[in-house]
């Protein structure tokens, strides 16, 4: 009988070609609203590391004033100190450790013609490629002894690659910034997690730094912090070797841990860290050290933007209104068919029979609007993405993936089914003799 | 065996009531030919809709085949209309968007019939209705005969029991009602017990057995006989 219902279905739709046409819209303009913004929302909410969540951890220590907490009610600040940075990685007690920060450099591209540019870089530990899976196409990462001679070498992203070198295996090459010469040692594949997760203090949503070099030499070469950097209390006199020694905040500090044993290891040794450096008349308040996931870091850190939550909801207001419409529609359509439904009735259809032809036909309305939906989505995106065309993380948030392209199906069919139940249930509730009393 | 005791059907309006049928009672037997005659508004639509279980009665008994239908649920009903009831209608009630043999397969469906089975009924149907050549036509490209041939071929497709007929030929000429009183006759032979409603006298006069329907009730004998008292009255 299914297949029957969908050719009843079907040439119902063809017979109504206007009426059906008008509920597909409606759908499809309600689904294609709501789901711009939860494609904007799930790829705000995504964690792009989940596939290592349950090892990876961010880490908080609480050098923060005695007076007030960081942010209320305690939080512990959300970066590090260099000092505490510094400590906790060469301790190297995590099975993988990774303090990071990010800097800003000038590159001088070779060429008479080619002019110097700004560009952010990160200067990291040598851990973080390994830690983060970040996929290499050349090359690799440099390792811990290039991090302790402070070597003078980068990695390059595939975009400053392509601009840089054409795209080539650049390996070996040498680059100039800020008049220094830097040797390559590995070339990214590309590489965009969205949120950009081990470092969301700044926009969490740009891109990641195209240029990464060793901690090390950053500090020696006296990089400063080209992210947020907050204090409670001044870093004195005495330039960049007072900021290093000073309680400002301005590092991000990650370790992965393998189990659980490894968790309450580090958590301990973090504990002993603090309790010491008290000692030496540091960290005047309660103990109170983080280990977060990147799922609960990027929960605590609020990543997706409220503005966004709203506009969901007014997303959904407008798909409910799509769907009265609906209901109205489908109503009419009803009405113009008591003929057949109580021909049918008397033909011998039962209110269960006459109920599943409905449905199915609303499914199928359902369906079709998913589609269009579907469609009207990615134009939406498309919207967003030339109103804020300034922007350039912008176009990170505005993708869609199949389990949305699904998520959109299933709800406009759901939405379809829904607004058909009341109609529905009136088309049954036609008895069977309604109009055969034509005289 | 169609069997109704003192059956009534009142319809209430915001107004008024209206009080169609009146303690009718009516047995009809199987393979009776009964036609129903009676003035305008005296309760033959009404009486033919309870039998179909097209509608409910409003108190009474009506026995189909020893069984008492204010038993069933909808789903019962629905069984028994679709196996043991063909119907008739006055105004074809074709459904447009299907062709001929979609519009005779609709009762079918129903029935959960395979593919084959249809087929092989819808086809001897249409060709005992004479329409085989109008298989894939829709209603709208048939003529007011040819569309009441295709209600009867839908009728007799699940080959009911007892058939129903309300003015069938109400819209046809004179020509065209005679041979599908023809056709009626011929399905009557068959074993098929049939109930019709009918203006015409002489059409009437075609039933093995007439009843006569007036003020929601009913009487037996000839329909000239009450044609004459009702003219009288
Ligand atoms: N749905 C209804 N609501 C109210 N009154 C109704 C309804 N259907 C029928 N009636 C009334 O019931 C009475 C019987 O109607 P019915 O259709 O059975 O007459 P009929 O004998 O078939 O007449 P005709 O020969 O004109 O077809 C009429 O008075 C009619 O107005
Ligand atoms: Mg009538």
Redesign the pocket.
């Known amino acids: 009988m299914f297949r029957y219902y969908l050719r009843l279905g079907l040439l119902s739709i063809r017979a109504n070609p206007a009426l059906s046409a008008l509920m597909v819209a409606a759908i499809a303009i309600g689904i294609g609203a709501c789901m711009t913004i939860v494609n904007v929302r799930h790829v705000m909410s995504d964690n792009p590391i989940s596939h290592k969540n349950d090892v990876l951890f961010h880490v908080q220590v609480d050098n923060w004033s005695p007076d007030e907490p960081y942010e209320d009610p305690n939080e512990p600040p959300e970066q590090m100190t260099y000092l505490d940075a510094k400590a906790l990685h060469d301790a190297g007690r995590a099975y993988r450790q990774v303090a990071s920060f990010k800097s800003g450099r000038v590159v001088q591209p070779a060429g008479d013609d080619a002019r110097p540019f700004q560009e952010t870089v990160r200067a990291t530990t040598a851990d973080f490629f390994a830690m983060f899976d970040v996929p290499f196409a050349f090359g690799s990462g440099w390792d811990q002894a290039s991090d302790l001679s402070e070597e003078r070498v980068v990695v390059l992203s595939s975009s400053i690659n392509e601009e840089l070198f054409g795209g080539k295996d650049s390996v070996g090459e040498l680059l100039r910034m800020n008049d220094e010469t830097y040797r390559v040692v590995g070339v990214l594949a590309p590489w965009t997690p969205v949120p950009k997760f081990y470092d969301v203090n700044n926009n969490p949503f740009e891109e990641p730094e195209r240029i990464y070099l060793p901690f090390s030499l950053a500090i020696s070469g006296e990089f400063g912090s080209g992210g947020n950097t907050s204090c409670w209390k001044p870093s004195g006199e005495g330039g960049y070797a007072a900021f290093l020694a000073s309680e400002c905040i301005w590092m991000q500090m990650w370790v992965e841990l393998r189990n659980d044993a490894e968790r309450q290891d580090y958590a301990e040794f973090l504990d002993a860290y603090v309790s010491e450096q008290k000692l030496l008349g540091r960290f005047p308040r309660e103990l109170n050290n983080r280990l977060s996931t990147p799922a609960q870091w990027l929960e605590n850190r609020d990543v997706v933007d409220d503005n966004v939550n709203m506009l969901l909801s007014l997303a959904v207001l407008f798909l409910i209104v799509c769907l009265l419409n609906t209901i109205g529609l489908l109503l009419a359509k009803v009405m113009r068919r008591t003929n057949d439904i109580s021909l049918r009735r008397a033909l011998g259809a039962s209110k269960s029979a006459l109920f599943s032809q409905y449905i199915i036909e609303a499914g199928l309305i359902g369906l079709a609007g998913g589609l269009l939906g579907i469609g009207l989505t990615w134009l939406g995106l498309q919207g967003i993405e030339n109103i804020y065309a300034e922007y350039d993380f912008i176009k990170n948030l505005l993708r869609m993936d199949w389990s949305m392209i699904f998520v959109a199906v299933a709800l406009a069919i759901v939405s379809a089914l829904g607004a058909a139940l009341y109609p529905t249930w009136r088309a049954c509730s036609i008895s069977p003799a309604a109009t055969l ?1 034509i ?1 | 065996m169609l069997k109704m005791k003192s059956v009534s059907k009142t ?1 209430r ?1 915001d107004m008024v009531e ?1 009080h ?1 049928l009146r303690e009718f009672s009516l047995t009809v037997d199987e393979g009776e030919f009964v036609s129903v005659t ?1 003035p ?7 009486f033919l809709n309870i039998a179909g279980m097209l509608e409910e009665l409003t108190s009474g008994t009506y026995e189909l085949d020893g069984r008492d239908i204010s038993s069933l649920n909808d789903r019962e009903r629905s069984k028994v209309r679709n196996e043991k009831i063909g119907f008739i209608f006055q105004s074809f009630n074709l459904i447009p968007e299907l062709d001929v043999f979609d519009n005779v397969d609709v009762p079918l469906r129903y029935r959960g019939f395979n593919a084959d089975e249809r087929k092989r009924r819808i086809e001897k149907c249409l060709d005992m209705v004479g329409l085989t050549s109008r298989m894939k036509h829709y209603p709208g490209q048939l003529s007011g005969g040819q569309q009441q041939r295709v209600a009867i071929a839908r009728a007799l497709a699940g080959e009911p029991r007892f058939l129903l007929a309300d003015e069938p030929t109400g819209n046809l000429d004179t020509n065209m009602a005679e041979s599908v009183l023809d056709l009626l006759a011929e399905i009557n032979d068959g074993g098929t017990t049939i109930i019709m409603v009918t203006h015409e006298l002489t059409l009437a006069n075609r039933a093995k057995r007439n009843i006569f ?1 007036r003020d929601g009730q009913v009487s037996d004998g000839p329909p000239e006989l009450h044609f004459a008292a009702a003219a009288n009255a």
């Open positions: 009393r005289q | 319809y309006t209206t169609a009676g305008s508004g005296s309760g033959k639509t009404t329907v």
